[in-house]
């Protein structure tokens, strides 16, 4: 078999790939323990990882368009490459390709795909890991999980990103007010704590805002906090609306929703939270006495 030039091309082809592996597996764990911070380490890795791959691909070139003359053999490699066993891979790296180059996202942003919503904690030439957000857990807390997606997913549906270009979005939530209470006073003090409360994430928003809007083709909206009001068959519905930063989203609804409360409270029963009640229009009166006496009759 030795004898065979193309088997002895191939024997060494796959030495070489199996060196370059374990010289790049050898170097992202030297680089892991020696460099000082998280940031250098990821960064470096991803250097080691382009330059070891670059150098596979101008190996895999030279030694079958090169030493291999039988072309038998390298369109059956080529079919095989093309195969349904080979096609996810090839797409997923054309996925990290396309990620890196177009910036779809980067390690640090929060996404959402194929379902899975997460922060990028890594992204390979395969993969990318995303520490998992939501399922068991309410609003944007960490489940604990680490996923891995394949990056091919990546020309197979939308991709949501919480943080590129305006790292804020808006949220919203309902205060039911009581009939009767001081609407003019319930709109000034929602409104005064969201002002107060979310300046520096209004002052922030400003300018990101405006370069979205000369970014893409969109209009211009309002940062400001606003406050809509429905009236309903049960009480007056005060709709709160404003923006935040993606990642406090959670914190600031508790805070908002905590301090609007104590100054209700304040109020002296001027403005009243409401709750769900039944209110009994008429009950049929009936006479016991006169039954009771027909009865005996």
């Known amino acids: ?72 053999l390298a369109i059956g490699l080529l079919s095989a490459g093309i195969t349904i066993t080979l096609q996810e891979l090839i797409l997923s790296i054309a996925g990290s390709v396309y990620i890196f180059f177009v910036k779809v996202y980067k390690p640090g942003d929060r996404i959402e795909i194929n379902g899975i919503k997460g922060d990028v904690i890594d992204i390979d030439s395969i993969y990318t890991t995303l520490m998992e957000i939501g399922e068991w857990v309410s609003s944007d807390n960490y489940s604990g999980r680490i996923i891995k997606i394949s990056n091919a997913f990546v020309f197979k549906g939308p991709i949501y990103n919480y943080s590129q270009d305006f790292p804020f979005i808006w949220d919203e939530f309902n205060l039911p007010i009581r009939y009767g209470s001081d609407i003019e006073m319930a709109k000034n003090i929602i409104i005064k704590i969201a002002s107060d409360h979310l300046s520096n994430y209004v002052s922030d928003s400003i300018s990101k805002w405006k370069n979205v809007v000369n970014k893409y083709y969109i209009e211009d909206a309002v940062v400001e906090p606003t406050l809509a009001i429905t009236m309903t068959d049960n009480w007056i519905e005060f709709n709160l609306r404003y923006i935040v930063d993606y990642k406090k989203r959670r914190s600031t609804k508790h805070i908002l929703n905590e301090l609007i409360g104590i100054e209700f409270q304040k109020t002296n029963g001027k403005v009243i939270l409401a709750s769900s009640t039944f209110e009994i229009v008429r009950i049929p009166l009936v006479n016991i006495d006169d039954k009771a006496e027909g009865t005996s009759r």
């Open 1 to 72: 078999m030795l004898d065979n030039p193309i088997a002895t091309s191939l024997i060494k082809y796959f030495v070489w790939v199996v060196f370059i592996l374990g010289v790049i597996g050898f170097l992202r764990k030297l680089l892991q323990k020696n460099l000082p911070d998280t940031q250098t380490k990821y960064r470096t890795q991803k250097i080691i990882e382009v330059i070891g791959y670059f150098i596979l691909i101008v190996l895999t070139l030279s030694y079958f368009t090169g030493n291999i003359k039988d072309f038998t």
